[in-house]
């Protein structure tokens, strides 16, 4: 199917009225020339449908789902042979008809050679480590990489279903050896490799990997880090391992020398130890060994995630390769507007469902552009320099990233024009309002900026950005396509303008295949399905707005709850984060006194400490911005706030610890040694 090409350019906005909210509108041109508008057109003629704008769309797509899919998978350029139809056939006995559910269930199509398309001169990814290593593949490159890996997978016995782990830094062998698996029918799984052995373990040990991919040592903060002890731990706690393949990553670590053997040894446990690079080398002529990726079933396992598991054992996410494929392709060309030649960026590591996101984007025909270690290295600004050099088109990252460069007073607007730049994405926790402002006003003056949610849960998005719409202050744009999105309260009642838990109540494609370890699928029900029967509720306190936009206000899980009230802790964050004398915060609600209280720990900023003016000026911002009922009872300074690895504040484990508790997996944090910190705090006791 050709892109129908429109021969007006609609007002996809909302008029030229002067919502002051309003800090991006599209360009009504290349708005009527979006991939979105395309998709519009093509419903028009398929099936004659009245659409006028996003909302007609987005009901169409909830609505009439077997045509909605039929047209955006031609026009997203997505083949299988054969499709068959959508047949969307819910389990007999499960209500709502939600869980069970499955798509294409004729198809047969393989992910990986969707992202290995492409004519050879075509560039397909772009690496560098902290600008002191380089790297970069075409797509011809790639797919002679692919096949190697694929051609010595093989040859260590991994087959259909088998599992490939990788402990790995963010570079192109990651996603070589992502791609490898899945053309041969195994099943992937990455971790970064500043998870602790034990962390390793606790994931990999549950899906018993057959090889093992990793590097001897990764660069951070301008350090090679040895990576062989850890890596020999993990390797050594793997008992169905048979090979662990070691990667190159530019040079070996400093104090490395002589061969591998001598390193790491020729085997551990029962596992062989083998240079990856010399056995790729060996791998027969194209010829001989061709790639000729496996047509599968679209909901065979392609990749494993993983839930934090700071309150427990991370459950073992099982994403299929159909609905990962069809679920990106749409966020990226539909969504973000992606198009062959696009060079897409994202700040993230292996261990990040943003990683995955990322790599797909080789089907829609982007380069990957690929920075691995610290964002602030050399200095900070480094990600934009690099995002200039690569003419980045659509930049991702972390709210958190965002917020602590507005906190630090940068401006890479005076000295990096990003000319190319079209898109900023962030994620991981909710953007403020100011982040928003920083981004338009202090990053590239007139970009579009889309603060995307979703999850690992569904290795994708709920609700990210639209090139169609107008992007409001503080708000996510729109749902997506094919999610059917809505806001409940606790009877199940839909409602608009409050918080209320974020749910889906119909299916979508990315919905988990199952849980590893779960052949009954209880986990999976109980994670999703426990709290409103047959409907998905995500554990996102949210507010759907009066414009169609959404705002995240926190974790449902981690809600504050004093006076039998129910509270967010974004909107709270917000106040507290704004002010210049707070580097950042976490809030949570102590049991006391047979209610619950609420208790604010603020890290300071250099230089600053907290007294009682501050105190009082917090409280009143607080009152004001938010309610009374969010003013904290005891505010309290400390020397850091644990986070996972992708950023995100963990309220819940410091909650744990402070009520004498322990954190049943400290290796999902990227700092545990803070949750020290919040033990046998006295000042609570006041």
């Not at 719409?469 to 309260?489: F, H, I, N, S, T």
């Not at 619950?596 to 003016?613: K, P």
Request: net charge negative; charged share 20%; aromatic share 8%.
């Amino acid at each position: 199917m050709t892109d129908p090409q429109p021969t007006a350019a609609p007002d996809w906005g909302d008029g030229e009225d002067a919502d002051p909210q309003i800090i991006w509108r599209p360009d009504p041109t290349v708005a009527a020339h979006s991939r979105m508008a395309a998709l519009i057109e093509a419903l028009r003629e398929d099936w004659d449908a009245e659409l006028d704008d996003y909302d007609d769309l987005h009901a169409f797509s909830i609505d009439r789902p077997h045509e909605f899919w039929l047209s955006a998978k031609d026009l997203l350029g997505l083949e299988a042979d054969p499709w068959g139809d959508v047949v969307l056939a819910p389990a007999d006995d499960q209500p709502g008809g939600l869980p069970g559910v499955r798509f294409f269930p004729e198809a047969r199509l393989s992910f990986a050679a969707h992202c290995l398309r492409g004519a050879d001169d075509d560039e397909a990814l772009v690496w560098t480590a902290e600008g002191q290593l380089h790297r970069r593949l075409t797509r011809g490159a790639l797919r002679e990489a692919v096949r190697r890996c694929a051609w010595a997978l093989r040859q260590q016995g991994v087959g259909v279903g088998d599992r490939v782990a990788a402990l790995v830094p963010h570079t192109p062998e990651a996603i070589i050896g992502a791609l490898a698996a899945s053309a041969i029918g195994a099943v992937f799984s990455s971790a970064s490799p500043d998870f602790g052995a034990d962390g390793v373990l606790e994931r990999f040990g549950q899906i018993t990997p057959t090889v093992l991919l990793s590097v001897e040592g990764y660069l951070h903060k301008g350090k090679l880090i040895d990576l062989r002890p850890k890596l020999a731990a993990v390797a050594a706690g793997l008992p169905s391992l048979r090979a662990l393949l070691v990667l190159p990553y530019g040079q070996r670590p400093a104090e490395a020398s002589g061969p591998l053997g001598a390193a790491l040894g020729p085997t551990i446990g029962g596992a062989a130890v083998l240079d990856a690079a010399a056995l790729f080398a060996q791998a027969p002529e194209a010829a001989a060994a061709p790639l000729a990726p496996l047509l599968l079933p679209f909901d065979h396992p392609l990749y494993v995630l993983y839930s934090s598991g700071t309150t427990g054992k991370p459950k073992c996410i099982v994403h299929g390769a159909g609905g990962t494929l069809l679920q990106h392709a749409k966020e990226h060309q539909l969504h973000c507007d992606v198009r062959p030649g696009d060079r897409v960026f994202y700040y993230t590591t292996a261990g990040w469902m943003m990683w995955n996101w990322l790599l797909s984007a080789l089907a829609s025909g982007a380069t990957l552009l690929l920075f691995d270690g610290n964002p602030t290295s050399p200095d900070p600004l480094a990600l934009f320099a690099f995002a200039e050099a690569e003419r980045c088109t659509l930049f991702g990252t972390s709210a958190k990233f965002i917020d602590s460069l507005r906190k630090l007073g940068a401006r890479p607007a005076d000295s990096l024009p990003l000319a190319a730049l079209r898109l900023v994405t962030s994620t991981g926790s909710p953007l403020s309002p100011e982040g928003f402002d920083w981004v338009v006003r202090d990053l590239k003056p007139g970009v579009q900026i889309a603060s995307i949610s979703g999850g690992t849960d569904i290795i994708g998005c709920f609700m990210l950005g639209n090139p169609l719409l107008p992007v409001r202050r503080g708000e996510l744009q729109c749902k997506a396509l094919g999610m059917a999105v809505e806001v409940w309260d606790e009877e199940g009642q839909q409602v608009f303008g409050q918080t209320g838990e974020l749910v889906c109540t119909r299916p979508f494609p990315s919905m988990p295949v199952m849980f590893w370890g779960d052949p009954e699928g209880r986990r999976y029900h109980e994670a999703y399905f426990n709290r409103f029967p047959g409907v998905w509720c995500h554990g996102d306190w949210t507010v759907e707005a009066e414009s169609g936009g959404f705002i995240i206000t926190g974790r449902s899980d981690a809600t504050l709850n004093p006076g039998g009230v129910r509270i967010g802790t974004a909107e709270l964050y917000r106040v507290v984060e704004a002010f210049p004398e707070v580097a950042e915060a976490v809030v949570i609600g102590q049991d006391w006194d047979n209610d619950v209280r609420v208790v604010l720990f603020v890290r300071m900023a250099e230089g600053q400490t907290l007294d009682a003016a501050l105190e009082a000026r917090l409280r009143a911002a607080i009152r004001a911005g938010c309610s009374p009922r969010h003013v904290p009872a005891v505010i309290l300074p400390v020397a850091d706030i644990p986070r996972t690895k992708s950023g995100k504040i963990t309220e819940l484990a410091v909650r744990r610890v402070v009520m004498g508790l322990d954190v049943k997996n400290t290796e999902a944090l990227a700092n545990p040694e803070a949750l020290e910190l919040f033990r046998g705090l006295d000042a609570l006791a006041r």
